[in-house]
């Protein structure tokens, strides 16, 4: 089943390599959509996929105490695990607001050690538990799993391949988005399938399916992980290192997944702003830390009520409707990309072609769209739970959208963009050096220091430049005088103890600033102005 859903997020990811190396900006299926089909297309795939952000920061916040119950046995179930995950929602909610921002050495660190893990929790299962001929027997088609239900199972595995969102969504960060995003899906690819596999293996050898259910799904529902630990035979001094190992990276993974789903909302939720597709208000800036904050308090509040029930496997399934549905429109708005805009050059183009009536369209955007679409039929079919709050959640937004554009006096299908200023150059100013400035009655060590880091960016310089205050009456060409030789003296000591065994040049100057109360008007000070520059610092 897991391989199933693998080779239909083979597909989608593809998708997705195309669409975001085309077209980098933020809002994945939502932008390929607006460029795609129009405005209100777009609007649907982007609400779906807040609709996707919430739960995820819902389910990841749910589970991170169960796996920290290893340690405190109350946050294993209610309230405690509802409890635990509302204050991880808070907290992080309030670090977004006030700027933080995702650490990329912490999460490649951390992305390295889970992948590791469940490397050598398919090493271990290999050698402790493996057995091929349980696998074969504990599963009939038709039977064990029924048909609908695995349909329907494939729908709810590919919860697990949905970060492909995000590698999109992060595309316009990319130096260079047309080799970039198709060589981070790509790597994603192999590494998830590769993983996903092999534990699936290990889980249901270890856990095998008995009259038609496994206690992965019943006792170990919610850390299932740990449950795969629990059943390799391990003695008990190695099972409780491991289990202690393993509870704390997955609820520190699931922390991190719970902040990215925060971040991917808000900047979700400001590019469907920009775009006028929702209020102003949900992408309005905080004014002192610039950071959407009314859009990450409200989705972050409708995450913490869906989780208040306790019912992670009804939010997986709503996950699963917001999921397919957005996969789904991703795989039209790239077919119909091939065909609105032929001739256009693509800095990626997926493998595979079809010709219909003449058109050459993506083969594996259509064999994905077409197992996407029958997913979330599937899914809404057969839960009715779940098509009246999916269908409702997309109701209420479309009410809201047509409200709002009303309002604005637009139509509903126009592209409209809000104006935000251009910055001055598009590219970081280069420099060849870092003047820093002082008057002669202060020195500020804080200052040097941001220069120092300034400059190491690329081994540049500092220069030092003291002002003095001097009488007009002094001639132009006048040798400096004690107070200006102890400026600069003072300057080039100050810098010798900031430059204590730092390398690059430090040099100290000292200008003439003529400010005496009793001074020249502005145009005749300026004649005036002059620069005497001390001897270099050593």
């Not at 951390?110 to 299962?125: F, N, P, Y």
């Not at 609820?251 to 006028?276: D, E, K, P, Q």
């Not at 699963?320 to 001739?343: C, E, N, Q």
């Not at 600033?513 to 000070?525: E, L, T």
Request: charged content about 15%; aromatic content about 8%; glycine content about 10%.
């Amino acid at each position: 089943m897991f391989l199933i859903a693998g080779g239909l997020f083979a597909l989608t990811a593809k998708t997705y390599a195309e669409g975001a190396a085309m077209f980098p900006e933020a809002g994945g299926s939502s932008s390929f959509a607006r460029h795609a089909f129009n405005e209100l297309v777009s609007f649907v795939a982007g609400w779906a996929l807040c609709l996707d952000y919430i739960l995820t920061i819902a389910i990841s916040a749910f589970f991170v105490p169960h796996y920290l119950g290893a340690f405190f046995p109350a946050l294993k179930h209610g309230p405690g695990d509802v409890i635990g995950g509302i204050i991880v929602i808070a907290i992080l909610a309030g670090l977004n607001i006030r700027g933080l921002g995702e650490s990329a050495k912490l999460n490649f660190f951390l992305a390295i050690m889970d992948l590791g893990t469940q490397l050598l929790l398919v090493v271990l299962g290999v050698i402790l538990v493996f057995n091929p001929s349980l696998l074969i027997h504990q599963v009939h088609l038709g039977t064990t799993p029924k048909w609908s239900e695995l349909i329907f199972a494939v729908s709810l595995a590919m919860v697990a391949y949905t970060g492909i969102e995000t590698v999109s969504n992060m595309a316009e960060e990319a130096r260079d988005p047309g080799r970039d995003v198709p060589k981070a899906v790509n790597l994603v690819l192999i590494a998830v399938l590769g993983v996903y596999a092999g534990i699936t293996v290990v889980a249901l050898s270890a856990l095998p399916v008995v009259h038609g259910t496994t206690t992965l799904g019943t006792v170990y529902e919610n850390d299932p992980v740990l449950g795969i630990v629990a059943h390799f035979g391990l003695s008990p001094g190695l099972f409780h290192i491991l289990r202690a190992y393993v509870g704390i990276l997955a609820a520190t993974i699931l922390f991190i997944a719970t902040n990215a789903g925060i971040i991917g909302v808000s900047r979700l939720v400001y590019s469907m702003g920009l775009h006028r597709q929702v209020p102003d208000r949900l992408r309005q800036l905080h004014p002192k830390f610039s950071t959407p904050w009314i859009g990450i308090l409200v989705f972050g509040v409708i995450a913490c009520l869906t989780m208040i029930p306790g019912k992670a496997t009804f939010l997986g399934n709503i996950y699963a409707f917001g999921a397919m549905l957005s996969f789904t429109i991703a795989h039209l708005a790239v077919i119909k990309l091939r065909t609105k805009y032929p001739d256009v050059e693509r800095p990626y183009t997926g493998p595979g072609k079809l010709r219909i009536r003449g058109r050459e369209l993506p083969l594996f955007a259509v064999l994905g769209g077409l197992g996407t679409a029958i997913a979330w039929v599937t899914v809404t079919a057969l839960h009715v739970d779940v098509a009246a709050v999916g269908l409702s959640w997309l109701a209420i937004g479309i009410f809201v959208y047509i409200v709002y554009r009303r309002r604005q006096g637009l139509d509903l299908t126009s592209t409209v963009k809000v104006a935000i200023p251009r910055p001055v150059i598009d590219t970081e100013a280069e420099y060849e050096s870092v003047l820093v400035a002082f008057d002669g009655s202060g020195f500020d060590p804080d200052v040097l220091s941001t220069a120092e880091r300034l400059a190491a960016r690329r081994a540049r310089g500092i220069h030092v430049i003291v002002t003095i205050t001097v009488p007009y009456s002094s001639p132009i060409g006048a040798a400096p005088g004690p107070r200006d030789r102890d400026a600069a003296a003072g300057a080039q000591r100050r810098v010798t103890v900031r430059q204590d065994a730092r390398d690059g040049p430090h040099r100290a100057a000292v200008p003439r600033d003529h400010r005496d109360p009793q001074s020249p008007p502005a145009r005749d000070r300026a004649e005036l102005s002059r620069c005497r520059r001390a001897p270099a610092a050593p």
